[in-house]
């Protein structure tokens, strides 16, 4: 049990680290090139949290240019959470 909590918590850490440095990057990048690139900042808990997952989807789905109506993205956000593992 104590070496599947260690790998779970390095899994963590991994993707944090990567978000730190991308949002790092991104931010050399405009500072030095004047350039930019989209970064939607989401928490995983706002797609968990049934009072914020409709509008973290929205939002989402607005950030990469998604076709889903806003009738579908309600019906989506209203599907049963399953555990992925």
Request: glycine letters at 4%; a negative charge.
């Amino acid at each position: 049990p104590g070496d599947i909590l260690f790998q779970e918590a390095m899994a963590m850490q991994l993707w944090n680290d990567w978000n730190t440095q991308v949002l790092d990057w991104e931010q050399r990048q405009a500072a030095t090139n004047h350039e930019n690139f989209d970064y939607l900042v989401m928490r995983t808990e706002d797609l968990m949290d049934p009072r914020t997952r409709l509008t973290s989807l929205t939002q989402l789905a607005d950030f990469v240019g998604s076709q889903k109506t806003a009738d579908e993205l309600c019906c989506l956000s209203q599907q049963k959470i399953m555990d992925m593992g």
